[in-house]
Every structure is written in structure tokens, then in C-alpha cells.
């Protein structure tokens, strides 16, 4: 089992900046990655940003978010954190932090393991 904690989330004027934190507990050792996810009202879940766990260091973001969003780990605090610069007003969205990722780190099906989710907003 992996417990996953996530902080940071708030509301933001477009073009600002927001740090969000998820602190993983439990087996992480098992997980292929810690990666964001965020929903809007009536979207479906949607992949944010990813980072490998365990081992050699690899990156994923989608063109949403790449060149705005910097994803980064530290194991020795279990925690991920994503920078989010450059806020656009369709970034607004709950944002879920999730372990696992093995069979396709791209898509939410693939992770096994969600925390609470934290909501940012950015208004215009």
C-alpha cells in the first residue's frame, strides 16, 4: 500500500506561479512513478506531469503543460513536487497525485494509488 498527501493548491491571477507537494508513505519502493493528475468540472482526468520513481530519473509532460510545468523528486523526503509558472485560466483544475504507472504512466488507469487531490485555481 502506498499513501499518498498532497498541499499547495489555491487560487492564483493568471501568469502566476504555484508549488504543489505530494508526500508518499508506505511501499513507494513498488511504485514505477509519482506523477500529477489534474480534472476539470465535466473533463476527464488528465495526466500533468510524470517523474520515474525508482532508479534512473525520466519525465513526462504533456503539451498543456510543457515549458510551464517542472516536476521534481526527493526520496530521501518521499515527495514530489510540481512547479506550475505561467498559470493560464485553463490550468484551473483538482490536481491528484498518484503511485504506480507501470503498464502505461501516461494514462490514470495505469496507477493504483491516489491521494485526496488538491484544487487550483487561476482566475483572469
Known amino acids: 500500500q502506498v499513501q499518498l498527501v498532497e498541499s499547495g493548491g489555491g487560487l492564483v491571477q493568471a501568469g502566476g506561479s504555484l508549488r504543489l507537494s505530494c508526500t508518499a508513505s508506505g511501499r513507494t519502493s513498488s511504485s514505477f512513478a509519482i506523477s500529477w493528475f489534474r480534472q476539470a468540472p465535466g473533463k476527464e482526468r488528465e495526466i500533468a506531469a510524470a517523474i520515474t520513481w525508482t532508479g534512473v530519473q525520466k519525465i513526462y509532460y504533456p503539451d498543456s503543460t510543457k515549458g510551464r510545468f517542472t516536476i521534481s523528486r526527493d526520496n530521501a523526503k518521499n515527495t514530489v513536487y510540481l512547479q506550475m509558472n505561467s498559470l493560464k485560466p485553463e490550468d484551473t483544475a483538482v490536481y491528484y497525485c498518484?503511485?504506480?504507472?507501470?503498464?502505461?504512466?501516461?494514462?490514470?488507469?495505469?496507477?493504483?494509488?491516489w491521494g485526496q487531490g488538491t484544487q487550483v485555481t487561476v482566475s483572469s
Open positions: 498518484a503511485a504506480g504507472g507501470a503498464t502505461g504512466w501516461g494514462t490514470a488507469r495505469a496507477y493504483e494509488y
